[in-house]
């Protein structure tokens, strides 16, 4: 039994809490305590029975500190329950006591814990079973590891193109022009493309599509006014409509996780090393505290897998966790989350033949809400004149064993549009093993906003089935059998087989055997070597009832900045007792101002010869931060970068050249990604060593379709040297060993003088200089900001002089010198400035 005051530490008595108060009031202490520590000492009664101890202890042999404990005479420990959470219990129970008004719990009733304390070292180790301890979370999800800057500028930008097609002789065949100019301002963009046709027989301008588009990036939404494409999704409809539409878009955040992913818990009996891999490869290297742990956000490759967790505890003892896994990827939605659509314009009518005709009104749209990691139910509904067609949607996983969707759909309106449809798609990707299928079948009167009797099948089923083995590659097999209300029914086979045979190169074989009026055998074999980047040949072979071709061809694809790239092809087929052999040399050149193409075909069969020359040229006239220029096509959006006045500064995207700053130190960039995060970065060796360089690398996430300024801050290091002296009572004096304090754009600069006065002014080596320019780092108002540390002017500075505060004027003048020497500054102190 336990005997209260026989407690050693060293053969001593532990002293008690009594025994620290005594020592802190004795006459030797030093320690004045506070009242509120005195308090706090008085205040903390022992209950009667039990020692009150101070006491280390382990918890599944991990360290948890000091703690004030009360052990009975019984040997049971009562502590704190909020000391049971901080050393890692999670929800801990058992009996509880109140002690001067907190819960205390008795060690010994709780279930799944034992206890052992050793009184010689006054130490309490504690084993808990895993389930009573806290839940450890490690997230794999993506962390922003720097500042991303997210533009709004306002910008300008048209696109231009002209494409000239010659025949034999060079003779004219057609001419075409096309445009699109955009603008943006904030959130809202405005959009619109034409294009200009002239061939032998007429020629005509037309206007494509034209809309505002406004972004919440926040929220992820997006509305249009004008035209646009809109689908309502399998059984549906795919329209061309001027009206509005208001959608929620994922994509507006790529980095967003809109999918289910991964969650994997387990438990550790001892502080372990984790080590996770992800189908074999490891991903991290974790250590882990007992008790459950829980892995977040795995997004994998591939569609199915396993996780293995490796833990290693402080024995050296190794345990494995193999958590199998189907990953449905973006064909689900993750829990609580909406996807949706709705769309209601005139449908566009002879699009790309006439510009401004428009027919019926229509309606189109689609939802999807994720009811579950493993479910996503939804709805389509499209709608004109005097038709309507819906039906609900529904995509399930089935656990690892593969995706499930069903869609059903039903028309009605006019007696000849009362019909239904339904089409149901089963998908399993694995490792090695792949599967497919998908059966669909049409009622005779079942119509949509788009079909026509003669489109619409009345049955269609595919199967397909694949095999990967590292050596072998991969084998895959299909059939499809397609069944109509018009026309011809049709059946195909088909045998596929890919092998890499070096990092390098690649063979694909496909046999397809087409069964409609006749019979068509089809063979088609492409080998495929990328011998370098950027470099592409290939060599195929094709054979099918109508004749066999053979073709070879060379590539290099023109870099994302400036510089070229080529094609040729050469090729020789056999069709109807006839051979022909065709020759398709074309050659690209990117420029600083536009995209420059050249292209001749010409085919010799029988004797003659026919030849066909192309030639084009594209660019885009832009416009951001007071600034106009000339660039490449804007496919997407484009940036400004400036580097202050430097000239021959090279920038990259994403780790490739794009170009070099002109004169005036600027580079447009037309092939940003809207939304995604663009790496932007410039070379030093480029950057005088006289100069400031706050960074080199940017990262920047553009609104679609605009133009952002990328200003890269760079200031001429120029210190500034003088004297400040004061001349009291007509003698001059120098203000030594104080600190001036200058005001510079709505911020203060503190710097010392030395002996005689003497000053340095180098803003490259202050933090306030650095906050001070922030401002400059973004943003199309300081994109024609000056290179100078400080601009030349008047400043207001400030000194202490034997107690008093005196101001004066401290003038920068434009000096071509590294060093600026201001000379003798003198204060008139009579009388001193407050």
């Known amino acids: 039994m336990w005997k209260r005051g026989t407690a050693r530490r060293n053969q001593q008595r532990k002293p008690g809490i009594a025994d620290v108060a005594l020592k802190l009031f004795s006459p030797s202490c030093r320690i004045i305590p506070s009242l509120a520590l005195l308090l706090t000492i008085l205040s903390f009664s022992v209950p009667?029975?039990?020692?009150?101890?101070?006491?280390?202890?382990?918890?599944?042999?991990?360290?948890?500190?000091?703690?004030?404990?009360?052990?009975?005479?019984?040997?049971?420990?009562?502590?704190?329950?909020?000391?049971?959470?901080?050393?890692?219990?999670?929800?801990?129970?058992?009996?509880?006591?109140?002690?001067?008004?907190?819960?205390?719990?008795?060690?010994?009733?709780?279930?799944?814990?034992?206890?052992?304390?050793?009184?010689?070292?006054?130490?309490?180790?504690?084993?808990?079973?895993?389930?009573?301890?806290?839940?450890?979370?490690?997230?794999?999800?993506?962390?922003?590891?720097?500042?991303?800057?997210?533009?709004?500028?306002?910008?300008?930008?048209?696109n231009y193109g002209a494409d000239y097609l010659a025949g034999d002789g060079s003779s004219f065949t057609s001419f075409n022009l096309t445009n699109q100019l955009g603008a943006r301002a904030g959130d809202t963009l405005f959009l619109s493309d034409s294009i200009y046709t002239k061939d032998q027989s007429n020629?005509?301008?037309?206007?494509?599509?034209?809309?505002?588009?406004?972004?919440?990036?926040?929220?992820?939404?997006?509305?249009?006014?004008?035209?646009?494409?809109?689908?309502?999704?399998?059984?549906?409809?795919?329209?061309?409509?001027?009206?509005?539409?208001?959608?929620?878009?994922?994509?507006?955040?790529?980095?967003?996780?809109?999918?289910?992913?991964?969650?994997?818990?387990?438990?550790?009996?001892?502080?372990?090393?984790?080590?996770?891999?992800?189908?074999?490869?490891?991903?991290?290297?974790?250590?882990?505290?007992?008790?459950?742990?829980?892995?977040?956000?795995?997004?994998?490759?591939?569609?199915?897998?396993?996780?293995?967790?490796?833990?290693?505890?402080?024995?050296?003892?190794?345990?494995?966790?193999?958590?199998?896994?189907?990953?449905?990827?973006?064909?689900?939605?993750?829990?609580?989350?909406?996807?949706?659509?709705?769309n209601l314009g005139f449908m566009r009518?002879?699009?790309?033949?006439?510009?401004?005709?428009?027919?019926?009104?229509?309606?189109?749209?689609?939802?999807?809400?994720?009811?579950?990691?493993?479910?996503?139910?939804?709805?389509?509904?499209?709608?004109?004149?005097?038709?309507?067609?819906?039906?609900?949607?529904?995509?399930?996983?089935?656990?690892?064993?593969?995706?499930?969707?069903?869609?059903?759909?039903?028309?009605?309106?006019?007696?000849?549009?009362?019909?239904?449809?339904?089409?149901?798609?089963?998908?399993?990707?694995?490792?090695?093993?792949?599967?497919?299928?998908?059966?669909?079948?049409?009622?005779?009167?079942?119509?949509s906003i788009t079909t026509k009797p003669e489109d619409k099948p009345k049955t269609m089923i595919s199967v397909g089935l694949s095999y990967y083995q590292k050596l072998l590659g991969t084998v895959s097999l299909g059939y499809t059998d397609n069944s109509k209300y018009v026309g011809q029914d049709s059946k195909t086979a088909s045998v596929g087989y890919t092998r890499n045979l070096s990092g390098e190169a690649t063979i694909n074989a496909t046999y397809r055997r087409v069964r409609e009026t006749s019979n068509d055998n089809q063979f088609l074999i492409t080998l495929n070597y990328t011998p370098r980047f950027e470099h592409f040949v290939s060599a195929a072979y094709q054979s099918t009832k109508d004749g066999e071709s053979t073709t070879i061809q060379l590539q290099k694809n023109a870099p994302a900045g400036e510089g070229y790239g080529y094609s040729g092809i050469l090729q020789k087929s056999d069709a109807g007792g006839q051979t022909t052999y065709t020759v398709n040399p074309?050659?690209?050149?990117?420029?600083?101002?536009?995209?420059?193409?050249?292209?001749?075909?010409?085919?010799?069969?029988?004797?003659?010869?026919?030849?066909?020359?192309?030639?084009?040229?594209?660019?885009?006239?832009?416009?951001?931060?007071?600034?106009?220029?000339?660039?490449?096509?804007?496919?997407?959006?484009?940036?400004?970068?400036?580097?202050?006045e430097l000239k021959g500064v090279k920038v990259l995207l994403n780790s490739q050249e794009i170009g070099t700053t002109d004169s005036s130190g600027k580079l447009f960039i037309p092939n940003l990604g809207s939304f995604n995060q663009n790496q932007v970065a410039i070379s030093d060796?480029?950057?005088?060593?006289?100069?400031?360089?706050?960074?080199?690398?940017?990262?920047?996430?553009?609104?679609?379709?605009?133009?952002?300024?990328?200003?890269?801050?760079?200031?001429?290091?120029?210190?500034?040297?003088?004297?400040?002296?004061?001349?009291?009572?007509?003698?001059?004096?120098p203000i030594e060993f104080q600190e001036i304090a200058l005001a510079l754009n709505g911020r203060i600069i503190t710097f010392p003088t030395g002996s005689g006065g003497e000053f340095d002014i180098d803003l490259s080596q202050s933090e306030e200089f650095k906050k001070l320019i922030e401002p400059e780092e973004s943003g199309c108002d300081s994109i024609n900001g000056s290179t100078a540390m400080i601009t030349p002017g008047v400043y207001k500075g400030t000194v202490e002089y034997e107690g008093k505060r005196y101001s004066f004027n401290l003038t920068i003048p434009e000096h071509a010198d590294s060093i600026i020497d201001l000379g003798e500054t003198i204060i008139d102190g009579n009388p001193p400035t407050l």
């Open 203 to 342: 020629n005509r301008f037309i206007r494509l599509q034209s809309s505002f588009t406004h972004d919440d990036r926040n929220n992820l939404r997006r509305f249009i006014a004008g035209d646009f494409f809109a689908s309502s999704g399998d059984l549906g409809s795919n329209l061309n409509l001027g009206g509005i539409s208001f959608a929620k878009i994922y994509r507006i955040d790529p980095y967003f996780i809109n999918y289910p992913t991964l969650g994997i818990a387990g438990q550790a009996s001892l502080p372990s090393e984790a080590k996770i891999y992800l189908n074999g490869m490891l991903l991290k290297t974790e250590r882990i505290s007992p008790g459950e742990f829980q892995l977040q956000n795995i997004t994998p490759y591939g569609a199915t897998g396993a996780v293995d967790v490796v833990l290693k505890d402080s024995f050296g003892r190794e345990q494995k966790l193999i958590y199998p896994y189907y990953f449905a990827g973006a064909s689900l939605l993750r829990k609580g989350l909406h996807e949706y659509s709705y």
């Open 685 to 733: 060796k480029e950057i005088p060593i006289d100069y400031y360089l706050s960074n080199i690398v940017k990262l920047i996430s553009p609104p679609l379709r605009s133009g952002s300024c990328i200003p890269f801050v760079i200031k001429k290091i120029q210190p500034i040297s003088g004297k400040l002296k004061i001349r009291i009572g007509g003698k001059l004096k």
């Open 586 to 644: 074309s050659f690209q050149y990117n420029g600083r101002y536009g995209i420059y193409q050249g292209e001749f075909r010409g085919n010799s069969s029988s004797g003659k010869l026919d030849a066909q020359y192309h030639l084009a040229t594209s660019g885009a006239l832009v416009y951001a931060g007071n600034t106009f220029g000339v660039t490449r096509p804007v496919y997407d959006s484009f940036g400004l970068v400036s580097t202050g």
């Open 349 to 447: 009518n002879k699009y790309a033949s006439e510009s401004n005709c428009y027919g019926n009104l229509a309606f189109s749209a689609f939802h999807h809400y994720g009811v579950g990691d493993l479910l996503t139910l939804g709805f389509r509904a499209e709608a004109r004149n005097n038709l309507y067609n819906l039906g609900p949607q529904a995509t399930y996983r089935l656990g690892n064993f593969g995706l499930f969707s069903l869609s059903l759909a039903g028309s009605t309106g006019r007696s000849d549009n009362t019909g239904g449809a339904g089409m149901l798609t089963y998908v399993y990707q694995g490792l090695q093993l792949g599967a497919s299928l998908s059966i669909s079948g049409y009622t005779r009167d079942y119509a």
């Open 48 to 158: 009667a029975g039990a020692e009150q101890l101070i006491v280390r202890i382990t918890l599944n042999q991990e360290e948890k500190g000091d703690f004030f404990i009360n052990r009975s005479e019984h040997g049971d420990f009562l502590i704190k329950t909020a000391d049971l959470k901080t050393m890692g219990f999670g929800s801990p129970s058992g009996a509880v006591s109140m002690l001067d008004g907190e819960p205390y719990l008795s060690l010994s009733s709780m279930k799944g814990v034992v206890y052992t304390f050793n009184e010689e070292t006054l130490s309490l180790a504690v084993t808990a079973t895993p389930s009573l301890l806290g839940k450890e979370i490690i997230d794999f999800g993506s962390k922003q590891v720097q500042k991303v800057y997210y533009p709004r500028d306002s910008s300008l930008f048209l």
